[in-house]
């Protein structure tokens, strides 16, 4: 196995590498997206470690936070490409809310994502996500 796989499988080493990582570029809001892209990775390949969903919903948070100002430094370092990266922190908070039947959170999300008019790579989108989720919090107040 490559060093490389062996970093992602060691939950704690690769933690600390992306925070080293992320204290160099901590006022640099292009980098950061990114490294909180990682983080993310991370901790959703390790859901079974205690700390790793609190984490991933804080990191998520963060970078949601951050998005803004991400979108900014992308159109300054790429102002003939139209298009943005893939902003995968909404996609999985939405997700993570939605199976854990947290359906006003991740409504919130969702309602956030399509105010920044961005895509989530499936066919209905986000506005598609946000009737599902509307439908399941629905019936879950009929059974509540």
Sequence with gaps: MSDYMNLWLNYRATEDFFMEHLKLVEDKPFE??????????????????PD????????????????????????????????LPSIPSFKTLVMFYE???????AIDICNAALEYELTDGTKGGYSGRLARLERKLERQLKES
Excluded at 70 to 77: G, I, Q, T
Excluded at 99 to 105: A, I, P, Q, V
């Design 32 to 49: 950061v997206h990114f490294a909180y892209n990682n983080f993310i990775k991370l901790y959703s390949m390790h859901l079974i470690q």
């Design 99 to 105: 199976n854990k039947n947290r359906f006003y959170e």
């Design 52 to 83: 790793a969903a609190e984490k991933l919903v804080a990191v998520c948070m963060k970078d949601i936070e951050l998005f803004p100002t991400f979108k900014v430094a992308w159109h300054e370092r790429n102002p003939t490409y139209g298009i």
